[in-house]
């Protein structure tokens, strides 16, 4: 569920910016209510303190820092850095080619129009890049992490996490932790690092790599390749497909270092050098699976 990004808050002062062509960088202070910031032309910097303040960016670079409280923060046009501070944040990148620290509490984070870079940081953070070809970062603690748009780099670092690209072609990885991963569209790269991950590629020709832990893959529809190695846990391929699914290898392992045997409706893949199993096909029969079947 999307929250609601149109909060701003009540406030008690109004501060404009004192910058003009002319006077450019200085750096303007909150104070302990709530404030309201509103930049010009020219790029602003404001720095708020206490309270739950707006900060809203002018149309060149601006530097908004939130601080402490529970902000909303608008860069508007031009590429902006801005940071939420401390408690549950709603940053919005506007237009331009935005870079966004989300630093503590549980943050509502939106990239907008171009090519942002956005970490969450610590708290469990809501993620959308917008528009553009975006990189996302959840950090610490349960993220959800949205490409939408574009052809977007997603991690979702540590804790559980929930990712989901866009309709183009998006490289996600879940790094550390039990998490969800969802192509979303496209022909996506899905990595899902550390803990036991589940993947789904969502229409597209899509490659899957579970990783460490006990994963679940699913390609869905297209042409997806499912990659096995030695020493990374159990893969289970929900729906490998004969004729249209490839069996990756990594690491070196080659088809001839591979035992495929049938166990009840599904077939056991696993490495005869130690004879540690690398996945389990749903629903496909063993004598079905040959060596093409499989790429380096």
Not at 4 to 26: E, F, G, H, R
Not at 127 to 137: C, E, P, Q, R, T
Not at 210 to 235: A, E, K, M, P
Not at 257 to 281: D, F, K, M, R
Request: proline share 1%; glycine share 20%.
């Amino acid at each position: 569920m999307r929250p609601d990004l149109n909060k701003p808050n009540a406030v008690d002062n109004i501060i404009y910016s004192n910058n003009t062509s002319n006077n450019t960088n200085s750096i303007q202070f909150g104070t302990l209510e709530n404030d309201a910031f509103h930049g010009r032309d020219s790029g602003n910097i404001f720095h708020a303190k206490l309270g739950n303040d707006n900060l809203y960016g002018g149309n060149s670079k601006d530097i908004l820092n939130g601080n402490e409280g529970s902000d909303f923060i608008d860069g508007s046009k031009g590429n902006d850095f801005i940071l939420g501070g401390k408690n549950n944040d709603i940053l919005l990148g506007g237009e331009g080619q935005d870079s966004i620290l989300g630093n503590r509490g549980q943050d509502s984070i939106n990239g907008g129009e171009k090519n942002d870079l956005i970490n969450g940081n610590q708290g469990d953070d809501f993620i959308d890049g917008g528009k553009g070809n975006d990189s996302l970062f959840g950090g610490k603690n349960n993220d959800v992490l949205i490409g939408s748009r574009g052809e977007d780099s997603l991690w979702g670092n540590l804790g559980d996490d929930t990712l989901c690209g866009s309709q183009a072609n998006d490289y996600l990885s879940g790094n550390g932790n039990n998490d969800i991963i969802d192509g979303c569209g496209g022909n996506d790269t899905i990595y899902g690092g550390k803990g036991n991950d589940t993947l789904l590629g969502c229409g597209g020709d899509d490659i899957l790599y579970g990783d460490l832990g006990n994963d679940t893959l699913i390609g869905d529809s297209g042409n997806d390749v499912f990659v096995l190695g030695v020493g990374q846990g159990l893969d289970i391929i929900a729906d490998f497909t004969k004729g249209e699914d490839l069996l990756g290898l990594s690491g070196g392992l080659t088809f001839n270092q591979l035992n495929i045997t049938q166990v009840e409706s599904a077939t056991l893949i696993s490495n005869s050098i130690g004879g540690e199993v690398l996945a389990l096909l749903s629903g496909v029969q063993a004598s079905q699976i040959g060596s093409f079947d499989f790429k380096l």
